[in-house]
């Protein structure tokens, strides 16, 4: 079979079994127990959280590891947003071509905890304008969520500017890069926190992480 659709996932890479295996086999201890097993298994938690941030280029405390990426996704969104309520920031920028886990975060939160839901018009070629996301933008935004690449169409958006309009207004920008991790920069992009899942990079299912 000639398999096209790594977009949507792909197969464990070779390389990725082999740095596996000692921690499915002899490295197996609980990393909150204070034993040799244990601290191994520590040792080697911190090692890959070291790792993901170092990709990231953030610090390895700001690393938390997930299930993939609609659980990084969905922590990102209601974490950040429902932490921002009692400052009175009930408002979150997303735009209409988002994954689901996005869109049905945000729609959650308004369903739930009266958050009003800015969905940002795109252009033809489903790209944010800074403009578009600079009026869009309020004194009670918490939260803007956008993807880095898109999962349907490959729109690849202009971070860096984006990320410029929501610092200068102190919002902080959520970067889905679940569909743009391994194959594009993800340092220095500007945005506060960032999503990735391991099987869309040869990595197993139901890991991914995110960054705050």
Do not use: C
């Amino acid at each position: 079979m000639l398999y096209l659709d790594h977009a949507a996932t792909s197969p464990v890479r070779p390389e990725v079994l082999a740095a596996m295996q000692p921690y499915l086999t002899t490295v197996y201890g609980n990393p909150a127990s204070h034993h040799t097993a244990g601290e191994a298994a520590a040792e080697a938690l911190e090692d890959a959280r070291a790792r993901v941030a170092h990709v990231l280029g953030m610090r390895r405390g700001d690393v938390v590891f997930t299930s993939g990426g609609t659980e990084a996704n969905n922590l990102a969104v209601k974490g950040l947003v429902l932490g921002a309520l009692s400052s009175g920031r009930r408002h979150v920028v997303v735009s209409p071509i988002e994954h689901e886990s996005i869109l049905e975060s945000a729609a959650f939160l308004a369903r739930f905890h009266d958050v009003e839901v800015t969905a940002l018009d795109v252009g033809p070629d489903g790209r944010v304008t800074t403009e578009a996301l600079a009026a869009a933008l309020r004194d009670d935004t918490a939260l803007v969520a956008l993807g880095h690449a898109n999962n349907e169409i490959g729109t690849v958006q202009d971070v860096e500017a984006l990320a410029a309009v929501t610092r200068a207004r102190g919002v902080p920008l959520h970067l889905d890069a679940v569909q743009s991790a391994g194959w594009l920069p993800l340092r220095d992009l500007g945005a506060d926190a960032v999503s990735i899942a391991g099987h869309k990079l040869g990595a197993p299912k139901g890991t991914g992480a995110l960054a705050v």
